[in-house]
């Protein structure tokens, strides 16, 4: 089969032909139709679980797709063949990735059944930044009219986040260093912020002044992190998908510290899928590519100049 692979950590990503897999005791076999491209992915392949799981190679890339069961392994009971499913492959061994024609994966994983109306291109785009801004929203539990400030809100869990915030009722500013402004009101923020100008943090001091109720940080860290903290009022939350939201840091300035660290499951996808049959989730679909075109499609998201999601077609 076809897929998009390294041979060692670090290596530049490139197709290569490898033996179709096979489902053993409680896994699924399935036919991609497409794979979400996030920077989990390249994270993965510089090596990021080195040392705390194991690793296969040729190591294929990918944790998010989306199509068809083809064969389920013995044992399984909650999916059958013919199945439209989506979800995350993300499993032991790392390096059994969906950048490929076919994906094997315990059905216990957060695989779910793709919704009526939802293409597979859709389905691939989802998992991963759905469920994150799923788990923070939750996480930081505002009340309807409570401003929450995103920063990177033009990315994948950006771009969800500011939906599905919105749905709540929650005022969303979604702050943004790249042209993003119609995107994202389009999306339901309330408010757009270029983070890139020299007089962000003054811009969101004027409608906040004894600042906002919450922030999800999708971006920074150390010091960088802390610049952005006086814009919280004391006693509203900070939250952050890279490990800079720690106690430690906040407690002492009197703000709420919610570290993400996302634990997929059915549950949350089959949430996403309620919200986009209902209407209310759109699936922010910026770039479709080819398989073959995956080492690009790599490159421009660790430069994260991208908008919304970027996904494969297989
Ligand atoms: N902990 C977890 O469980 C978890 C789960 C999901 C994701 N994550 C992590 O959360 C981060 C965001 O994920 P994502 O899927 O939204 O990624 P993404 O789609 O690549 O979007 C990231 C956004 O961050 C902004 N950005 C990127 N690099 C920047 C830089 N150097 N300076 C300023 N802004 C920058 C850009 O937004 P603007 O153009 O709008 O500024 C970019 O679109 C990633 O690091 C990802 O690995 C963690």
């Given at each position: 089969?076809?897929?998009?692979?390294?041979?060692?950590?670090?290596?530049?990503?490139?197709?290569m032909?490898?033996?179709?897999?096979t489902?053993?005791?409680?896994?699924?076999?399935?036919?991609?139709?497409?794979?979400?491209?996030n920077?989990?992915?390249?994270?993965?392949?510089d090596?990021?679980?080195?040392?705390?799981?194991?690793?296969?190679?040729?190591f294929i890339y990918?944790?998010?797709?989306a199509?068809?069961?083809?064969?389920?392994?013995?044992?399984?009971?909650r999916?059958?063949?013919?199945?439209?499913?989506f979800?995350?492959f993300?499993?032991?061994?790392?390096?059994?990735?969906t950048?490929?024609e076919?994906v094997?994966?315990?059905?216990?994983?957060?695989?779910?059944?793709r919704?009526r109306?939802?293409?597979?291109d859709?389905?691939?785009?989802l998992?991963?930044p759905?469920?994150?801004a799923?788990?923070?929203?939750?996480?930081l539990?505002?009340?309807k009219?409570?401003?929450?400030?995103i920063?990177?809100?033009?990315?994948g869990?950006?771009?969800?986040?500011?939906?599905?915030?919105?749905?709540?009722?929650?005022?969303?500013?979604?702050?943004?260093r790249g042209?993003?402004?119609?995107?994202?009101?389009?999306?339901?923020?309330s408010r757009?912020?270029?983070s890139?100008?020299?007089?962000?943090?003054?811009?969101?001091?004027?409608?906040?002044?004894?600042g906002?109720?919450?922030?999800?940080?999708?971006?920074?860290?150390?010091?960088?992190?802390?610049?952005?903290?006086?814009?919280?009022?004391?006693?509203g939350?900070?939250?952050?998908?890279?490990?800079?939201?720690?106690?430690?840091?906040l407690?002492p300035?009197?703000?709420?510290?919610?570290?993400?660290?996302?634990?997929?499951?059915?549950?949350?996808l089959?949430?996403?899928?309620?919200?986009?049959?209902?209407?209310?989730?759109?699936i922010?679909?910026?770039e479709?590519?080819?398989?073959?075109?995956a080492?690009?499609a790599?490159?421009?998201?660790r430069?994260?100049t991208?908008?919304?999601?970027?996904?494969?077609?297989?």
């Amino acid at each position: 089969m076809r897929a998009i692979a390294i041979r060692k950590f670090g290596d530049t990503p490139e197709l290569m032909d490898l033996p179709k897999p096979t489902p053993g005791e409680g896994e699924v076999l399935v036919h991609l139709g497409a794979a979400g491209v996030n920077p989990f992915d390249w994270k993965l392949a510089d090596g990021l679980l080195d040392g705390k799981m194991p690793h296969v190679f040729p190591f294929i890339y990918g944790v998010d797709g989306a199509g068809a069961v083809e064969e389920v392994g013995p044992g399984v009971k909650r999916l059958a063949v013919k199945d439209g499913v989506f979800g995350q492959f993300f499993h032991a061994p790392v390096g059994t990735g969906t950048y490929a024609e076919y994906v094997v994966a315990p059905e216990s994983n957060a695989i779910a059944l793709r919704p009526r109306g939802m293409y597979n291109d859709q389905a691939a785009a989802l998992p991963m930044p759905g469920m994150t801004a799923l788990d923070a929203l939750d996480r930081l539990g505002l009340e309807k009219r409570q401003s929450l400030l995103i920063l990177g809100a033009g990315g994948g869990v950006g771009s969800f986040t500011v939906q599905l915030a919105s749905n709540r009722g929650i005022t969303t500013l979604a702050a943004s260093r790249g042209p993003n402004r119609d995107f994202l009101h389009k999306l339901g923020a309330s408010r757009f912020y270029d983070s890139s100008a020299r007089s962000f943090l003054d811009d969101v001091r004027v409608g906040y002044p004894n600042g906002v109720d919450a922030m999800l940080d999708l971006v920074h860290r150390g010091p960088e992190f802390e610049h952005y903290l006086p814009l919280v009022r004391a006693g509203g939350a900070v939250a952050s998908t890279v490990g800079a939201a720690t106690e430690e840091l906040l407690t002492p300035k009197g703000l709420r510290a919610i570290n993400i660290n996302l634990q997929p499951s059915t549950e949350l996808l089959d949430r996403l899928s309620k919200e986009f049959s209902s209407g209310k989730l759109r699936i922010p679909l910026e770039e479709k590519v080819p398989l073959a075109g995956a080492p690009e499609a790599i490159a421009k998201s660790r430069a994260g100049t991208g908008r919304g999601k970027t996904v494969l077609t297989i």
